[in-house]
């Protein structure tokens, strides 16, 4: 009787947090809907790159951003927006870019109505990457893209993503320039040491003197 064999499959089951929905925990100032959003980057050989998104049924790209909501704090919705559009994770500077009014765009396709035609504020961060998922929640609508800073410009839509970009590169100018050296102090002359100092220096020069008179 022929022995039989089993085989055992290794199967890897990749768990992808669903991205929020919905609006009932979003924030508001007035009339402004509240979002956070920030600027990923990296540096490769030197040099320095930032991540930007595609969206549905556009052919532009921007940078990840989305409502804040009242159960998280303006850094944690910055970092959840960049997880759930770009599939990043990393460190955030907590000192903001800028804050900006934007439109929001379901006011621009007609979806929505305000005092303000959908104004939000939104306020953008950096975000140094240090983690980039193989899947994240909105992958199948929003695509990923390293871009050298020249680049991003050219491709920024909008005039507050160009001033972000800026303000990041601004802040990264000042990190990597060393800060100015002090000049050295003059040597004081021993007149300038009053006190004793002062008094053993000038007779030590006298006592040169003599000898340098006796040696003549």
């Not at 199967?11 to 919905?22: E, F, I, M, N, P």
């Not at 559009?85 to 007609?110: C, D, F, H």
């Amino acid at each position: 009787m022929a022995a039989s064999s089993s085989s055992k499959e290794e199967v890897v089951v990749v768990v992808v947090a669903a991205a929020r929905k919905g609006r009932l925990r979003q924030r508001y100032d007035g009339e402004y809907r509240l979002v956070a959003g920030c600027v990923p980057y990296r540096v490769v050989g030197g040099e320095l790159e930032v991540l930007m998104v595609s969206t549905p049924n556009r052919a532009d790209l921007v940078f990840p951003k989305g409502g804040w909501e009242d159960d998280e704090d303006v850094y944690e919705a910055a970092c959840r927006e960049a997880m759930e559009e770009a599939g990043v994770k990393g460190n955030i500077n907590r000192v903001s870019l800028g804050m900006w009014v934007m439109r929001s765009k379901s006011s621009q396709s007609g979806g929505e109505t305000s005092p303000r035609g959908g104004a939000c504020k939104g306020y953008m961060f950096a975000l140094e990457v240090t983690e980039e998922l193989d899947r994240w929640p909105e992958q199948d609508t929003h695509g990923r893209r390293w871009l050298s800073p020249a680049d991003a410009f050219r491709l920024s839509r909008y005039g507050w993503m160009r001033e972000a970009l800026a303000a990041l590169l601004d802040r990264r100018r000042l990190l990597l320039t060393p800060p100015p050296q002090p000049e050295p102090e003059p040597t004081p002359r021993p007149s300038e040491y009053p006190g004793v100092y002062g008094l053993a220096m000038l007779k030590a020069d006298a006592a040169a003197a003599d000898r340098a008179v006796a040696l003549c």
